[in-house]
């Protein structure tokens, strides 16, 4: 069975760090770019950072530029968004997903993060 799993997310201060893993099971990650998106209450789903398949170029969205690192690991089929300095504005579910816009093939189901001032 195909599927990817978020994980890491959780409650922290305004300041903090946390680091989200997407791990794919059922089938090989290297063959794909990752994205990473969020959506928060009430607000549209959002691209935060990409990772490509080939020479492992990224991106980020302007608002979390500076703060966040998205890095993969073929050998444990597995993507990482290191986020630091958190802000309560980037308190939404954050998904993985194998592409790097809305027509991905696989999405996880997310995992939430919170932060507080």
């Known amino acids: 069975q195909v599927s990817l799993v978020e994980s890491g997310g959780g409650l922290v201060q305004a300041g903090g760090s946390l680091r989200l893993s997407c791990a794919a099971s059922?089938?090989?990650?290297?063959?794909?770019?990752i994205g990473w998106f969020r959506q928060a209450p009430g607000k549209e789903r959002e691209g935060v950072s990409c990772?490509?398949?080939?020479?492992?170029?990224?991106w980020y969205a302007d608002s979390v530029k500076g703060r966040f690192t998205i890095s993969r690991d073929n050998a444990k089929n597995t993507v990482y968004l290191e986020m630091n300095s958190l802000k309560p504005e980037d308190t939404a579910v954050y998904y993985c997903?194998?592409?790097?816009?809305?027509?991905?093939?696989?999405w996880g189901q997310g995992t939430q993060v919170t932060v507080s001032s």
């Open positions: 059922g089938f090989t990650l290297d063959y794909y770019a």
């Open positions: 997903a194998t592409d790097c816009d809305y027509e991905a093939e696989y």
């Open positions: 990772i490509s398949s080939s020479d492992g170029s990224t």
